[in-house]
């Protein structure tokens, strides 16, 4: 959708204003929104119903909801010139963007979204459960080890993928981000979604949990990412480096591993030009509040301590 320049009081876009803004964040609400391709075997027994009207499918906190990516292309005020290999049909078809905006929009087709979208209602708890199984008792709901299914997002199938966090684009990629999971490539023109990616194979395993952030150095023109596999006695950092043609930096096999003390719940970070700087903070595991309350909040304390 191309767009004219807003008029009024809305002012002008700057003539020299030219590249494409990315923004991601949730969008759909309740699952199995949208009708399954004309093409898919799979035809779901309930009709797709618009957000709020069926509590049971909708997310219980809008950060649940599915993720899709806005861009927003600035063209500037640079006209087409005509190429003389062009016929008149050809020329008649160009869209004149000078001075305009064009737009795009476009839900991220995850794996959990085309499921829920096949079978028309809501598969995945999302991460408003602490517990792969919800259960009453003890006995029957201590996932081993303790904290591989209850604090870490990544490795509990039933929690959904939402790839609504952050959009990254670097390298003439189109990525997706979502603190918990592997990333979604996507096409930078279309929005189009070509899955999963383990960054060129540098994420060794499937089920690795990735943060939602990036950062990228301008100077050395490289990007870098992180993950933790956390752990209650200690937890591995894996920080990811690439270059402009998004190939992994070869030391240590494209990541550097640290090991920290105790849980490590960090969600973001910075770099310097020789330094990635994270911020810990220090967090004591009550292992028996753990088992009784099955809820993190409980289980965990702030230590008044230095970070």
Excluded at 142 to 160: A, D, E, I, Q, S
Aim: with cysteine; aromatic share 8%.
């Amino acid at each position: 959708l191309a767009s004219p320049s807003p008029g009024g009081g809305g002012g002008k876009l700057p003539p020299d204003l030219i590249g494409t803004y990315y923004k991601a964040g949730p969008a759909m609400f309740s699952a199995g929104s949208l009708p399954p391709p004309k093409n898919s075997l799979v035809k779901p027994r309930q009709p797709p119903v618009p957000d709020g009207e069926d509590e049971g499918r909708m997310v219980c906190h809008p950060f649940e909801g599915d993720g899709a990516v806005l861009a927003i292309t600035f063209h500037g005020d640079g006209k087409y010139e005509r190429d003389d290999d062009d016929d008149d049909e050809e020329q008649q078809q160009r869209v004149d963007t000078a001075g305009k905006a064009t737009t795009r929009f476009r839900y991220v087709r995850t794996n959990a979204f085309t499921n829920e979208r096949k079978k028309g209602k809501k598969l995945y708890s999302g991460m408003e459960g602490t517990r792969s199984i919800p259960s009453p008792t003890v006995g029957n709901d201590l996932p081993l080890p303790f904290y591989r299914h209850h604090l870490m997002p990544g490795l509990n199938k039933l929690r959904k993928n939402t790839s609504n966090t952050r959009a990254v684009y670097f390298g003439k990629r189109l990525l997706t981000l979502w603190g918990g999971g592997l990333p979604y490539k996507l096409d930078s023109l279309a929005l189009s979604t070509d899955g999963r990616s383990q960054l060129g194979g540098v994420i060794k395993r499937e089920e690795a949990s990735m943060a939602s952030r990036a950062a990228i150095d301008a100077k050395k023109n490289r990007i870098l990412f992180f993950g933790i596999d956390e752990e209650s006695g200690s937890s591995n950092l894996n920080l990811y480096e690439f270059n402009s043609r998004f190939q992994s930096i070869k030391d240590d096999d494209g990541v550097v591993k640290v090991k920290l003390p105790g849980l490590a719940m960090i969600y973001d970070f910075a770099i310097t030009e020789n330094y990635a700087v994270f911020v810990q903070p220090v967090l004591k595991v009550n292992g028996m509040q753990y088992m009784l309350s099955k809820e993190p909040g409980k289980s965990l304390t702030l230590e008044d301590e230095p970070s």
